[in-house]
């Protein structure tokens, strides 16, 4: 199989995963499963967005690019998530 | 001291350096847009849940998968161009450029479904970030079906290959505001 139908595939499943998540969350769980349902969420869209930069984009041929790319990425879904935990009432 | 051309930090860059430019641009309005948004939901989490409510999770999800499927119709158009199969180039493009139609054709119709229960970007701050980046994002969308177009007409593999780095940026910046926008609660 080539790579970018192997990254193609994980992508729909990565999608698939990051949806159904989001259809527990709505379900009335106990206090602290919304807060982990946000974090594997957002944990989703970044695998998601460093296989398109990676495979789609071919940043994979650009390794130094690539790493600077997930750690910029990263931290911009660590400030999403510091942002959602502070707007999350369970959080405390 | 000689310089060789590999030596060049660019040059280890797939595509242009322009895309690349453009790319990095667009990643920095639409990041900054989608912290925006997370920090006026910090006000009213409540507000924003219950507006929220009002989407379609499982048609962002089709359509996330839509968009994700016509990007790798697009890397193997550039894998055709590059082979040098142009029917087979330009058949990939049309699937790719049918599939955004599919993803436009979708988000009017959310748009227009808003739009009959009276939900407009006034309503609340939630729907004021909704257009705004859902809005931006499908204006992308569009200058995408217009650059498949282009290439259909001159699908040379340098062509393909920044065309189809547009569409990928256009991808990516789905895949982080779909989850932010319609699944974080």
């Not at chain 2, 595509?15 to 990041?31: A, Y």
């Not at chain 2, 992308?140 to 498949?148: E, M, P, R």
């Amino acid at each position: 199989m080539q790579t970018i139908t192997r990254a193609w595939l994980i992508l729909l499943a990565l999608s698939a995963a990051s949806t159904a998540v989001s259809f527990n969350v709505t379900l009335q769980l106990p206090a602290q499963i919304p807060l982990l349902g946000g974090i594997i969420i957002l944990l989703l869209a970044w695998a998601k967005a460093r296989i398109i930069a990676a495979r789609y984009l071919e940043l994979a041929q650009a390794p130094a690019y690539l790493r600077g790319f997930s750690l910029v990425l990263a931290l911009f879904m660590l400030t999403l998530l510091g942002l959602y935990v502070a707007a999350t009432p369970f959080s405390g | 001291m000689t310089q060789t051309q590999t030596d060049q930090p660019f040059d280890q860059l797939p595509g242009d350096l322009m895309m690349w430019i453009l790319i990095v641009s667009e990643l920095l309005v639409f990041g900054a847009g989608l912290l925006a948004f997370m920090a006026v939901r910090v006000t009213d989490p409540a507000g924003f849940a219950l507006a929220q409510d009002q989407l379609h999770r499982s048609a962002a999800g089709i359509n996330t998968v839509v968009l994700v499927t016509s990007g790798y119709l697009a890397a193997r158009a550039v894998g055709y161009a590059n082979a040098g199969r142009i029917a087979a180039t330009r058949w990939a493009l049309l699937a790719a450029g049918g599939l955004g139609m599919v993803f436009l054709g979708i988000k009017f119709t959310e748009y227009a479904e808003k739009a009959a229960l009276g939900i407009r970007p006034e309503t609340h701050p939630f729907y004021t970030f909704y257009y705004l980046l859902t809005g931006f994002h499908a204006a992308h969308v569009i200058a995408g079906l217009v650059i498949f177009a282009l290439l259909a007409l001159r699908p040379t593999p340098r062509n393909l290959q920044v065309g189809a780095a547009f569409w990928h940026m256009v991808d990516l910046v789905w895949v982080l505001l779909f989850p932010v926008i319609y699944l974080l609660r």
